[in-house]
Nanobody, 128 residues
């Protein structure tokens, strides 16, 4: 099983930045696409951002476009999500996930159905 672990969450004031980290045991040797998802009790799971293995192709949900940046360093086995200009509605549990069958973000990556390996999640709370 691929190990996926998130870190870097916490509480931040609205408008501020926060960076999430995700480590994967397969980043250095396997060409998996990776993605960030988020969830709250009041909202359905949402695909936040996806990145291809090469890091050259990315996708974002419209609500975070221009504010969040996804990146990865395969040599370090680390995926990042830089979140800027955070809003209250960005609050939620953030999950890192890996797609073991693709090295790119499919047209339906945001559903999460193609992602077999998930971290336990990390809480992000944006306060006013």
């Amino acid at each position: 099983q691929v190990q996926v672990v998130e870190s870097g969450g916490g509480e931040v004031q609205a408008g501020g930045p926060l960076r999430l980290f995700c480590t994967s045991s397969q980043f250095t040797s396997d060409d998996y696409a990776m993605a960030w998802f988020r969830q709250t009790p009041e909202k359905e799971r949402e695909g936040v951002s996806c990145i291809s293995w090469s890091g050259l192709s990315t996708d974002y949900t419209a609500s975070v476009q221009g504010r969040f940046t996804i990146s990865r360093d395969n040599a370090k086995g680390t995926l990042y999500l830089q979140m800027n200009s955070l809003k209250l509605e960005d609050t939620g549990m953030y999950y890192c996930a890996a797609d073991p069958e693709r090295n790119y973000c499919s047209n339906s990556w945001w559903t999460g159905s193609e992602y077999d390996y998930w971290g336990r999640g990390i809480q992000v709370t944006v306060s006013s």
